[in-house]
């Protein structure tokens, strides 16, 4: 796997990657080990390591399972689509992904508003709220963004629709490991309420045009940012 630029913990995911993917030391579905044994492995605090988790875990490269442990995906994305690239070459890919997006998901966001629970509408609002808590706090809101895509796709009821989650989840994770989160952050969490209100209103020809402005605006915003 080609080396990369990059902070530690992105130098740490490429590394527990490469075991996965390359070496196979770790197969679908197996718990890899403990915070502590992998921090020493690899020569890193344990934060250090845990940033490293989130990284694949956005990428769907493992599966942080609450109270169990963190296990490699039983859907592995295919070698050519997880290895690490040079930065252009990011950059143009989160772009065609966007572009991905905007072909799906906004039909997506308004079947959901058909057939979502209002149990599933709540949980966008619980979803809206930790996003705003963890802006607030400076944290990282890459998870809680992912989940409420997930989970406007999972309100849909259609199980083939759950196949183009990696793109959601890449999409995201990209745009994280180019640091362009925290300078977008404020811009997209007004969108997700904006969502949100239009589910409830069961309004689903305006959540699919609130969807694709999202999108189109995030790709406007991401691509000038990384042309300047």
């Given at each position: 796997?080609?080396?990369?630029?990059?902070?530690?913990?992105?130098?740490?995911?490429?590394?527990?990657?490469?075991?996965?993917?390359?070496?196979?030391?770790?197969?679908?579905?197996?718990?890899?080990?403990?915070?502590?044994?992998?921090?020493?492995?690899?020569?890193?605090?344990?934060?250090t390591?845990?940033?490293?988790v989130?990284?694949?875990?956005?990428?769907?490269?493992?599966?942080?399972?609450?109270?169990?442990?963190?296990?490699?995906?039983?859907?592995?994305?295919?070698?050519?689509?997880?290895?690490?690239?040079?930065?252009m070459?990011?950059?143009?890919?989160?772009?065609?992904?966007?572009?991905?997006?905007?072909?799906?998901?906004?039909?997506?966001?308004?079947?959901?508003?058909?057939?979502?629970?209002?149990?599933?509408?709540d949980?966008?609002?619980?979803?809206?709220?930790?996003m705003?808590?963890?802006?607030?706090?400076?944290?990282?809101?890459?998870?809680?963004?992912?989940?409420?895509?997930?989970?406007?796709?999972?309100a849909?009821?259609?199980?083939?629709?759950?196949?183009?989650?990696?793109?959601?989840?890449?999409?995201?994770?990209?745009?994280?490991?180019?640091?362009?989160?925290?300078?977008?952050?404020?811009?997209?969490?007004?969108?997700?309420?904006?969502?949100?209100?239009?589910?409830?209103?069961?309004?689903?020809?305006?959540?699919?045009?609130?969807?694709?402005?999202?999108?189109?605006?995030?790709?406007?915003?991401?691509?000038?940012?990384?042309?300047?």
């Amino acid at each position: 796997m080609a080396e990369i630029s990059g902070n530690l913990s992105q130098r740490t995911a490429v590394q527990l990657e490469e075991l996965i993917v390359e070496k196979a030391e770790f197969r679908p579905g197996q718990k890899i080990p403990n915070e502590t044994e992998l921090s020493e492995r690899f020569g890193v605090s344990r934060a250090t390591l845990r940033e490293a988790v989130k990284i694949l875990a956005a990428r769907g490269i493992l599966e942080v399972r609450r109270g169990t442990g963190t296990f490699v995906s039983d859907l592995l994305p295919a070698k050519s689509s997880i290895d690490m690239p040079n930065l252009m070459r990011i950059v143009t890919e989160a772009h065609d992904l966007y572009e991905v997006r905007l072909l799906f998901e906004p039909q997506v966001a308004a079947l959901a508003c058909r057939k979502a629970s209002d149990a599933e509408i709540d949980h966008l609002q619980e979803l809206c709220d930790e996003m705003d808590r963890l802006h607030a706090a400076g944290e990282d809101t890459t998870e809680a963004d992912i989940a409420f895509h997930s989970c406007l796709m999972t309100a849909s009821h259609n199980e083939f629709i759950q196949q183009l989650l990696p793109v959601i989840k890449r999409s995201i994770s990209d745009r994280r490991l180019l640091d362009a989160q925290s300078r977008m952050t404020a811009s997209y969490m007004p969108d997700h309420r904006a969502i949100l209100k239009l589910m409830r209103d069961r309004d689903a020809e305006s959540v699919k045009s609130a969807m694709y402005i999202h999108i189109s605006e995030l790709m406007k915003k991401f691509d000038n940012f990384y042309k300047g």
